[in-house]
């Protein structure tokens, strides 16, 4: 199983990025999905499931919305009214993140 995130980079505060999260070697249609997020001297949070249902973290509700195309086997991360707080490595795992973890994506807020 691998993840590889993508969609990352430096967006001033108030933008947009959206991230994508391709798997192989699993079918992401049989797994309840989530992003994580892991800031600088921080422990990695969960941000955002998918299941029948979405879920949030308090931080960014409002602002993220999860989504996947089982077609494509990725899961996306639609990220406006981005804060400086925001600021983190972006991964995707299963909901229990029981798979081997990916590279991560860099997303850096800041003007």
């Known amino acids: 199983v691998q993840f590889v995130e993508s969609g990352g980079g430096l967006v001033q505060p108030g933008g947009s990025l959206r991230l994508s999260c391709v798997a192989s070697?699993?079918?992401?249609?049989?797994?309840?999905m989530g992003w994580y997020r892991q800031a600088p001297g921080k422990q990695r949070e969960l941000v955002a499931t998918?299941?029948?249902?979405?879920t949030y973290v308090d931080s960014v509700k409002g602002r993220f919305t999860i989504s996947r195309d089982n077609a494509k086997n990725t899961v996306y991360l639609q990220m406006d009214n981005l804060k400086p707080e925001d600021t983190a490595v972006y991964y995707c795992?299963?909901?229990?993140?029981?798979?081997?973890w990916g590279q991560g994506t860099q997303v850096t807020v800041s003007s």
């Open positions: 998918i299941t029948s249902s979405t």
């Open positions: 070697g699993m079918l992401l249609s049989l797994y309840n």
């Open positions: 795992n299963t909901k229990d993140s029981r798979m081997p």
